[in-house]
Structure formats: C-alpha cells, structure tokens
C-alpha cells in the first residue's frame, strides 16, 4: 500500500482481505469439538467387527449427529485458509509457503468432509450392514479423519509459520510452535502403519486449534502491522 492511495481505495483493499480470521476460526474450532466430543465413545481400529457393528445399531443418531458436525467444520476451515493464503500474499509472502498452507488446509478440509460423509453412511447402513462392512466403513472413517486430517493440517501450519518466522509476521515463540505441532502431524502419517504414535493425533488436532486462533489474533492485516527485529544503530566512523 503506497501512501498516494486515497481513503476509499484504502477501504476497497481490507475488504477484499476476506471475514475476520478469528471469527472463521472459532466457528471451525466450534464444529470440531463438537464432533469429537460426540464420537469419544466410538470404537477404536483395534475393537472387533462385532462390537463396531453393536455401537453403530446402539447410536446411529449419535453417529448421524457428530457426522454432521464433522462435515460442517469443513467449511470454516477452507474459507480459513483460502483467507490467510490471501492475508500472506498482502503481506508480500511470495515464496511457496503461502500456496502450501492453501493446499494443505483444502486438503485438510476435504478430509474432514470426507469423514463426516462416512460417518453419515455409517448411521445409515447400521441396521442392514453386516460386521464386515461395519468394520471397513469404521476404518475407512477413522483413516480420513485422523491422519487423512491431520497430516495436510500439518502442512497449513508450517506453511505460514516459516513465513512468519521470517519475516516477523507473528511473535517467534507463535511461529516456533506452529513449526513444532506441523511436525507431530507430519509424524502422525505413521498411525497408518502402527499404532504406537495414535498420541499424535489429538496433539496435531487440538494443539493446531489453539495455534489457529493465535495466528488469527496475531497476524497482521496489511505490512505497516508487521513486527520487525530491532536493528542496532551502525556507529558512525570519528573523523580524524
């Protein structure tokens, strides 16, 4: 923004900066929860076939709910991302971490619908589904919602907390920490393999909801908000 711009143009840029990050953000950490808090009793990958099939047919509109919810939190989380991608750019970002974030919040959203659409077919099939088909749709929910999720939120966060470390976007320990929960999502890809590292999940989950909203708070609007290194004065040579 140069300062020949007039007040109106001005106003035409910050509303072409996209809704309030924060108000996005606690929208999608709203709908999250709820879903999780509605699916804690869900049967973990290593319960059997026939307790998956017994929970389903016990609450299937507990499932159609939490489904629901899930499939919502979607929504905020892209228009997230797609917001802070611009707000990066604004913020002369022109290097691939702007366009990561975008990609990994969209996949990570795409995930969360994913799994909410399986979940929402879960509630449906309980009554005429078989134990088999319980247990695939049960794994094949919990594969897209826990590191099909988590691993592309991962790359979100890294892609705008390099930056931000950087160029002094946000205060370092925020950027620190963002690059520190991106890395245990990352990390959680092995979920897949063994389920030793199932801790991973709830951290890059929760620790990422938290990390969220700081960076909506904290990042700046426009580069006159950035916070630059202090920059000791170069001492002037004495004439002799």
């Given amino acids: ?27 999608y950490g709203v709908l999250m929860l709820t879903g999780v808090i509605l699916s804690i009793k869900t049967p973990p990958p290593s319960a059997g076939a026939a307790t998956v099939l017994a929970y389903d047919r016990g609450h299937q509109t507990l499932l159609q709910v939490a489904a629901f919810f899930g499939f919502g939190a979607a929504a905020p989380l892209a228009i997230w ?9 604004t913020l002369g970002v022109t290097a691939p971490g702007a ?37 695939a749709l049960s794994d094949l929910g919990f594969a897209a919602g826990a590191a ?3 691993v592309p939120l991962g790359l979100l966060m890294a892609g705008v907390s390099v930056p931000a470390l950087l160029l002094g976007l946000t205060p370092r320990p925020w950027a620190w920490f963002g690059l520190v929960v991106a890395a245990v999502c990352e990390l959680s890809a092995l979920v897949l393999l063994t389920g030793a590292l199932d801790v991973t999940l709830p951290i890059g989950r929760f620790a990422s909801l938290i990390w969220l909203v ?12 950035v916070r630059r290194p202090a920059v000791a ?5 004495v004439p002799s």
Avoid: K
């Fill in 233 to 237: 004065p170069v001492p002037r040579p």
């Fill in 1 to 27: 923004m140069t300062d020949t711009e007039t007040p109106a143009t001005r106003a035409a840029r910050r509303q072409q900066g996209g809704p309030p990050l924060i108000a996005v953000g606690l929208a």
């Fill in 81 to 89: 991302s797609a917001t802070v991608y611009r707000r990066l750019r």
């Fill in 214 to 225: 700081a960076v909506s708070l904290l990042l700046p609007q426009t580069r006159h908000g």
């Fill in 99 to 135: 366009v990561i974030a975008l990609s990994g919040g969209l996949l990570a959203a795409a995930s969360l619908a994913l799994s909410g659409l399986i979940g929402w077919t879960t509630a449906q099939a309980a009554p005429v589904a078989g134990p088999g088909l319980a247990r």
């Fill in 148 to 150: 099909g999720f988590v």
